[in-house]
């Protein structure tokens, strides 16, 4: 059966993401971070860039103020001289003939000098303001398509910085999943392979009991002290009595007391009046005074008409704990006879 252009590609697609190890899109991962950070590294470089040219701007507009006030102030200086000199002028018409003559006349020289010296200033002044106004205008323009271009360029490239940042977390995903699988693959092979050698090891554990307890029986049976000390060099841990739990030892100090509190009961009960504990037998009275019970629950236990089914009831929740906490030492003794006790269980 043929596959269609879309289905193959599809079927393509699962089965090169199914090959994609832990290591390969590290791998991934790592070319996509060098990605990312040569992309911010150009960002940056480039919003530099741009901020130098904002700079630019501003000196080109700084100097074109400059220029523009020097030329306002030689423009004022020139009325100014103007003025002085028109006034000048006037005062040595009014002084021809008179003793003043030659000093006002040598004012109007004077100043005439001066105003020709602005005059000339402002010229170039003008022309410098108008040159370097165009050679502004031009830079600036220029500048500006650098800035357009820069923008289009820092938008592309954010564009593709948020283009790797979500590329980045994807592979990050995967790479978690991946690892996921990966370990658990690894350690569920470890696990059945566990359960298959403990598995073996209880199988001929029971085989070599077996042997052991039928040759032992066979072959040592006319010499039963040897047949003794080869059963217990063998198996010592087996003949060993595993060490009771405080909890148990206490849960069994407790069903003394409940068959002791019982015995008290059916005996007030059968004569008819309250118990008096001096009408026990001393094994009861010595469980009574241990006190594994509360005193609340002897009272109640006592006074209640359903004192025996109290009694009944603890016992039975007492003897199920007990006999679970003895299951559970068996089955570690059992497991640290094997070698496969672990306290963290």
Do not use: C
Not at 50 to 60: A, K, N, P, S, T
Not at 83 to 93: C, D, P, Q, V, Y
Not at 120 to 130: G, K, V
Not at 250 to 262: G, I, T, V
């Amino acid at each position: 059966m043929k596959l269609s252009g879309s289905e193959e590609e599809n079927t393509l697609t699962t089965v090169a993401t199914q090959t994609e190890t832990p290591d390969d899109l590290s791998a991934t991962l790592n070319k996509t971070s060098d990605a990312l950070s040569a992309i911010t590294a150009q960002i940056a470089d480039l919003q530099v860039q741009i901020r130098r040219r904002h700079e630019r701007l501003d000196e080109l507009e700084v100097d074109t103020l400059e220029h523009s006030r020097r030329v306002a102030q030689l423009r004022e200086q020139v009325d100014q001289a103007e003025e002085k000199l028109s006034r000048a002028r006037i005062a040595a018409g009014i002084a021809r003939g008179g003793r003043s003559e030659k000093a006002t006349a040598a004012n109007v020289k004077m100043l005439q000098a001066e105003l020709a010296a602005l005059q000339q200033e402002f010229t170039e002044a003008q022309q410098a303001y108008s040159t370097q106004n165009t050679q502004t205008r031009i830079e600036s323009d220029d500048i500006n398509k650098q800035l357009a271009q820069d923008e289009i360029d820092l938008a592309a490239l954010e564009q593709t910085r948020g283009e790797l940042k979500q590329e980045r977390t994807e592979i990050r995903k995967k790479l978690g999943q991946a690892t996921y699988e990966a370990l658990a693959s690894e350690l569920r092979g470890l696990l059945e392979t566990e359960k298959d050698l403990e598995k073996a090891l209880a199988d001929h554990r029971t085989k070599r009991l077996a042997a052991q307890q039928e040759g032992i029986a066979l072959r040592l049976a006319d010499w039963p002290e040897l047949a003794g000390r080869l059963e217990e060099e063998l198996s010592p841990t087996e003949k060993q009595k595993p060490e009771v739990a405080p909890s148990i030892k206490f849960a069994q100090r407790m069903l003394k007391s409940l068959d002791a509190l019982q015995e008290l009961k059916e005996h007030s009960m059968r004569m008819g009046y309250p118990a008096i504990e001096s009408t026990l037998n001393i094994d009861a009275r010595v469980a009574l005074r241990r006190l594994a019970l509360q005193e609340d629950f002897i009272h109640l236990v006592l006074t209640s008409v359903q004192g025996l089914h109290l009694i009944e009831q603890r016992q039975y929740e007492v003897r199920e704990y007990v006999r679970e906490a003895e299951q559970q030492a068996r089955d570690r003794q059992f497991y640290r006879e094997l070698g496969l006790y672990n306290r963290s269980r």
